[in-house]
């Protein structure tokens, strides 16, 4: 079974930033998963945040565009979520997520919160 291990989070100041990255125990899983970040903030459903596929190519919630920026290191097995000009509502669990010929993978959270 796959692992998915988060690490990074945090407590920050709004405007401040964060870097979270994401490393995946199996490199054949990996290489062709389609890997994301998703994010679930108290009362609320969990949200796609970022996602990026095998090949690089990338999607962005609208509340994330130009503030956040997914990328993959395929000769680590990571996914990395590089958060600039953070705000309070960027409070949340974020959760590593990857997708693979049939088989999901979802990592423990790691908690983000932003202090305005």
């Known amino acids: 079974q796959v692992q998915l291990v988060e690490s990074g989070g945090g407590l920050v100041q709004a405007g401040g930033s964060l870097r979270l990255s994401c490393a995946a125990s199996?490199?054949?899983?990996?290489?062709?998963?389609?890997m994301g970040w998703y994010r679930q903030a108290p009362g609320k459903q969990r949200e796609m945040v970022a996602t990026?596929?095998?090949?690089?190519?990338?999607k962005y919630a609208g509340s994330v565009k130009g503030r956040f920026t997914i990328s993959r290191d395929t000769a680590k097995n990571t996914v990395s979520l590089q958060m600039n000009s953070l705000k309070s509502e960027d409070t949340a669990v974020y959760y590593c997520?990857?997708?693979?010929?049939?088989?999901?993978?979802w990592g423990q959270g790691t908690q983000v919160t932003v202090s305005s």
């Open positions: 997520n990857g997708e693979s010929l049939g088989r999901s993978a």
């Open positions: 990026i596929t095998r090949s690089g190519g990338t």
């Open positions: 199996e490199r054949t899983f990996f290489s062709i998963a389609a």
